[in-house]
């Protein structure tokens, strides 16, 4: 009876190179985003990423410019989502304030006196 060969985990690779790798990776996106926190947000999101990409059958060999190549994608995807955010906050800028009805607020006023006054009776108890 025959074993299956045990395939060695390639995200292996990528522990080998870490120490290496880490401060081309940090510095890439450090000095497009300016911000430190930002940096190392990303760069472990990359090293993140990579790790799963290397497990990809057909990955290529992990290296410090794939590793920059990767966090290049993070760093987009980062200001893709910003940009999304930031639209929708101006969505809201512009549109109009809505009017509420005074008497829907005071029928949501008396009903929260209720519930209050519910409450506070089931304490004393």
Do not use: N
Not at 22 to 32: D, E, F, M, T, W
Not at 102 to 113: F, K, L
């Amino acid at each position: 009876m025959t074993h299956p060969q045990v395939r060695p985990d390639p995200a292996f690779g990528l522990l080998e190179l870490y120490d290496d790798a880490l401060p081309h990776v940090y510095g890439y996106l450090l000095a497009r985003c300016g911000d430190t926190g930002l940096a190392e947000d990303l760069a472990a999101e990359a090293f993140l990423a990579a790790v799963s990409a290397a497990r990809k059958p057909g990955a290529p060999d992990p290296s410090v410019p794939w590793l920059i190549g990767v966090a290049r994608h993070k760093l987009a995807d980062h200001w893709r989502q910003a940009e999304r955010e930031q639209r929708g906050l101006r969505l809201l800028d512009d549109e109009p304030a809505r009017v509420e009805d005074p008497s829907e607020a005071a029928v949501d006023r008396i009903r929260a006196r209720e519930v209050l006054g519910r409450l506070d009776r089931k304490s004393v108890v």
